[in-house]
């Protein structure tokens, strides 16, 4: 039943070329190493080791640095202790009038104050601006060393017409970014919630798919050059984060400006005009179309959908920048809030205008 199932899910009809086999690929002419499937499934365990150096890593630099530069931890009076509007709130953050109205009935309280009180509540699940630039500086030192990795060890294996057996460079190189990835899918519930939440989650769904499947098919040119191009722009949006938690205005609008240059040219121009036209006419042209051969090209095509979504939120920041002089209130807040929120923090928006563009923005 076991071997049945397997071969199933491994079908050479499905994975390969035709007269391609796995066989193939496990015994390759002397001096020469395919990739095997089964070497990237340490990136799970190393997605776990990967956690770990983040907290490490959150703890020893990052926070030392936010120290250095005076951010610190939000501190938010709670609200006062009441059982039935705790559990009100487990169901829903902002209760709409006929709520409040029954609840002011059961409660013999003031609407006004049951208003206060979860706006007190939802203040307490918001994440600290310590706990944001946290969360930037980890990924901005993150892309910038698989950035200068990629270009420094992989440019030459990268180039059209180099042999196409795994080097031992792509292999740490594909392993450090599934790990990453992986670490990434298991923070989503953890880390600074958004509105795109459920856009992100098919963002990692999809990267941590293409990076498998490219590898378990020998693309691993495609694949290399694909996580390169999209790094590149996350290392000025993390950068361009990092300084709007330090309150250097300039600095963050300039460096939001370039993020919106570079994402233009490497994921709406490098993209989808090299890279994916290589994979969908010359590979056609090369080995022809299989199975996998469709999914891996539909992968890529929605990873291209989602980054004109992006770049219409990014160009709509990006402009308003340009002519006001300061990033706009981003369309993608970390939590949503209630229209009286949204009216009591109105004099604070300019300070919280730049965190918008995410982590979203960013990823293969």
């Known amino acids: 039943m076991t071997s049945s199932i397997l071969s199933w899910i491994w079908s050479e009809r499905f994975w390969l070329p035709e007269n391609v086999t796995w066989a193939d690929l496990e015994h390759p002419p002397p001096g020469v190493e395919y990739p095997r499937i089964g070497q990237i499934v340490y990136a799970i365990p190393l997605a776990f080791g990967v956690l770990f150096l983040r ?27 009441n059982a039935v509007l705790e559990k009100v709130y487990g169901s829903r953050t902002s209760p709409d009038e006929k709520q409040l109205a029954g609840l002011s009935k059961q409660l013999d309280w003031d609407v006004r104050k049951i208003q206060r009180w979860f706006r007190l509540r939802r203040n307490q699940d918001k994440p600290s601006l310590l706990k944001k630039f946290s969360e930037s500086m980890w990924r901005f030192t993150f892309y910038l060393g698989i950035f200068i990795y990629a270009i420094r060890y992989l440019w030459v294996v990268s180039c059209p017409g180099c042999d196409k057996p795994v080097s031992p460079g792509q292999y740490n190189y594909y392993l450090a970014e599934l790990a990453f990835y992986w670490s990434l899918m298991l923070t989503q519930f953890t880390d600074v919630k958004r509105k795109d939440f459920n856009i992100m989650l098919v963002h990692h769904f999809a990267t941590i798919s293409l990076i498998t499947f490219s590898y378990a098919n020998n ?3 495609m694949g290399t050059l694909v996580m390169c191009v999209h790094d590149a722009a996350d290392i000025f949006l993390e950068a361009a984060k990092l300084a709007n938690y330090a309150k250097c205005q300039k600095l963050c609008d300039t460096l939001f400006i370039v993020f919106s240059l570079v994402f233009f040219i490497t994921r709406l121009v490098i993209y989808p005009f090299w890279v994916v036209r290589s994979v969908l006419i010359e590979s056609w042209e090369i080995v022809g179309p299989y199975q996998s051969w469709w999914l891996l090209n539909g992968l890529l095509l929605v990873l291209q959908v989602l980054h ?3 770049f219409y939120l990014i160009a709509r920041i990006a402009i308003k920048a340009l002519f006001k002089g300061k990033v706009a209130k981003d369309d993608r807040s970390d939590i949503e ?23 979203g923005c960013s990823r293969t």
Do not use: G, Y
């Open 337 to 359: 809030s209630s229209s009286e929120d949204e009216a009591d923090t109105n004099c604070r928006s300019s300070k919280d205008s730049k965190d918008s563009s995410s982590n």
């Open 55 to 81: 907290l490490l890593f959150e703890r020893l630099v990052a926070k030392p640095c936010a120290q250095i530069l005076h951010i610190q931890a939000d501190v938010s009076r709670p609200p006062q202790s």
């Open 219 to 221: 693309m691993l040119r």
């Open 308 to 310: 004109v979504i992006w």
